[in-house]
């Protein structure tokens, strides 16, 4: 199967190398990798211009944007700038993000996934980060959640779901979608992959607040984004984001701001959740 990678970047350069090398060193290749640079103050381009010259499978994009890192909203925008670059001669499509060391057999193995069941839309594996010499789980979600650092669409699942939403909530989106079309979703978890940044280390307050507008323009609901306000705060281990995201929520609502998903997906969301949070508390 041929896949399609395509990574967002900004200000990346002590990171990207380790990330392509992991990439040009896969037992299946993948056929096109387009880095996206997305207006980067350091070297991130010549590192991917001197990967490129040796793999002629990767390509480098520019794009200019605000240095301000909204999560969701920037780095989609940048791996749609990346999409636009590519034809559709591809099995899978690929979005991962630029601070990540894949073991070899990674792509091999999702391919695999993939060949096992016409069914799976999408799969992938675990991000681990480093802790006192140690790589341990970073568990910020649930283990049949695929983390929005290393996503891998099946083509078909990919243009029915409407592709990447440009929001905070499209990694969670894109998998409930999938569940609407019926697809299967894949994890694996002896995949394991280096996360060498903790995600959301570049967070601001305002950014958080887009975690409670998140749940909102999911088609949530009240009582189900403060449950789930609850779980992440904890699993942060920090408490007081519970009432960051529950603020972020009442602002989206207050002001109209547009679901990501149809009404009929959001019932269909609504009645998902309330589902997972029955079979785990009986």
């Known amino acids: 199967m041929k896949y399609y990678i395509v990574i967002p970047t900004y200000n990346?350069?002590?990171l990207i190398a380790l990330t392509l090398q992991s990439l040009v060193s896969q037992t299946v290749l993948p056929k096109k990798i387009v880095v996206v640079n997305d207006n980067s103050?350091?070297?991130?381009?010549?590192?991917?211009?001197?990967?490129?010259?040796?793999?002629?499978?990767?390509?480098?994009?520019?794009?200019?944007?605000?240095?301000?890192?909204?999560?969701?909203?920037?780095?989609?925008?940048?791996?749609?700038?990346?999409?636009?670059?590519?034809?559709?001669?591809?099995?899978?499509?690929?979005?991962?993000?630029?601070?990540?060391?894949?073991p070899s057999n990674y792509f091999e193995t999702i391919i695999k996934h993939f060949q096992s069941d016409s069914a799976i839309g999408?799969?992938?594996?675990?991000?681990?980060?480093?802790?006192?010499?140690?790589?341990?789980?970073?568990?910020l979600t649930d283990k049949d959640h695929i983390r929005g650092a290393l996503k891998a669409y099946r083509k078909e699942t990919f243009q029915?779901?409407?592709?990447?939403?440009?929001?905070?909530?499209?990694?969670?989106?894109?998998?409930?979608?999938?569940k609407f079309y019926n697809w299967k979703v894949v994890t694996d978890s002896?995949?394991?992959?280096?996360?060498?940044?903790?995600?959301?280390?570049?967070?601001?307050?305002?950014?958080?607040?887009?975690?409670?507008?998140?749940f909102y323009t999911l088609g949530y609901g009240f009582w189900i984004t403060a449950i789930a306000s609850v779980k992440l705060a904890m699993m942060k281990k920090k408490p007081l984001?519970?009432?960051?995201?529950?603020?972020?929520?009442?602002?989206?609502?207050?002001?109209?701001?547009?679901?990501?998903?149809?009404?009929?997906?959001?019932?269909?969301?609504?009645?998902?959740?309330?589902?997972?949070?029955?079979q785990k508390l009986f």
Not at 161 to 178: N, Q, S, Y
């Open 12 to 14: 990346e350069e002590a």
């Open 122 to 139: 999408m799969a992938g594996g675990f991000c681990y980060i480093e802790k006192n010499g140690n790589w341990v789980l970073e568990n």
């Open 160 to 178: 029915q779901i409407g592709g990447l939403k440009p929001a905070m909530g499209w990694d969670t989106v894109d998998e409930l979608l999938c």
């Open 241 to 278: 984001l519970f009432l960051d995201y529950i603020k972020g929520f009442w602002k989206a609502k207050n002001a109209k701001t547009p679901l990501l998903v149809t009404q009929e997906q959001a019932r269909f969301i609504r009645n998902y959740r309330l589902q997972k949070m029955k």
């Open 41 to 102: 103050t350091d070297k991130t381009a010549e590192i991917v211009l001197a990967f490129a010259k040796d793999n002629p499978f990767i390509t480098l994009v520019n794009k200019t944007s605000s240095a301000v890192h909204l999560p969701g909203s920037k780095v989609i925008q940048a791996f749609q700038k990346g999409l636009e670059t590519l034809d559709e001669d591809y099995d899978l499509m690929v979005k991962i993000d630029a601070d990540l060391i894949f």
């Open 190 to 214: 002896s995949l394991h992959v280096k996360h060498l940044k903790p995600t959301g280390a570049n967070y601001s307050k305002t950014a958080r607040y887009k975690q409670g507008e998140a």
